[in-house]
């Protein structure tokens, strides 16, 4: 089956600084990555996806790339704020999805 | 937020007995799931279905069973509760798009075995 590795687990910014996830998956199958944002006691939100015959997607400050000849994939976040506080997945498949263990990203004012 | 709604939003219960939890939607999406989430852990597949009736096994179907009789529901079932199964239970559905599922979760339960 699929195995998605993520990093960093835990990951502290200054506010409008760059933030960088990255994600390794295992199975050359997969054709969908998305990424989803979770706050404390709320529902895994998707925030940006990734579909195997695109390289990198813009969503005003997110951005995702994918290099399948690697098998990994990276979330940008540029001109952090705050709010952007919460811990991100990554996940890679296709009807059913595998997820990394997620990364704790925490932006001090 | 899509139609999904999970009951119930919290229970306690005790080892060994058994507990149902329903996934509901709205939005006639063929795929349900079912993850656990623990810290350290991530979300994990334990169960999902492709439709009334077709289900199939996730990374993590030991002690749990789902049954699906209708399209807009969805339920899990630990057959007899241990401590170990104390976690978040999150429901998703997507339906195909251009060959890409996009799953979107409901707001989950908090489920404690004492």
Redesign the interface.
Same mark, same amino acid.
């Given at each position: 089956?699929e195995n998605v590795e993520?990093h960093p687990s835990t990951l502290s910014v200054q506010e409008g600084d760059s933030a960088v996830i990255k994600c390794t998956y295992s199975d050359s199958a997969s054709? /969908?990555f998305?990424w /989803?944002k979770q706050e404390l006691g709320?529902?895994?939100? !998707?925030i940006i996806?990734i579909?195997s015959n695109v390289g990198e997607k813009k969503d005003q400050r997110i951005a995702v790339t994918l290099n399948k000849t690697a098998k990994h994939f990276s979330l940008h976040i540029t001109e952090t704020q705050p709010e952007d506080s919460a811990v991100y #997945?990554c996940?890679a498949?296709?009807?059913? !999805?595998? #997820?990394?263990?997620?990364t704790m990203l925490l932006v001090s004012p | 937020?899509a139609g999904i709604t999970q009951s119930p939003r919290h229970k306690v219960t005790e080892t060994g007995t058994p507990v149902t939890l329903r996934c509901h939607q709205t939005e006639n999406h063929r795929?349900m799931?079912w993850y656990r989430q623990d810290p +350290?852990? $991530? %979300?994990? %597949?334990i169960h999902?279905s492709?439709g009334v009736k077709d289900t199939d096994k +996730? &990374?993590v179907s030991d002690g749990y069973s789902v049954s699906r009789s209708k399209t807009e529901d969805f339920l899990l079932t630990l057959e007899s509760a241990t401590s170990s199964q104390t976690s978040v239970y999150?429901c998703a559905i997507?339906e195909?798009r251009?060959?890409?599922? &996009?799953?979107?979760? $409901?707001? $989950?339960t908090r489920l404690t075995v004492t």
């Open positions: 089956g993520q054709n /969908y998305p /989803y709320k529902r895994p939100q !998707l996806d579909r #997945f996940a498949g296709y009807s059913t !999805l595998t #997820f990394g263990k997620g | 937020d795929y799931y +350290g852990h $991530g %979300l994990r %597949l999902y492709y +996730g &990374e999150f997507s195909s251009d060959r890409v599922y &996009e799953q979107y979760f $409901g707001p $989950g």
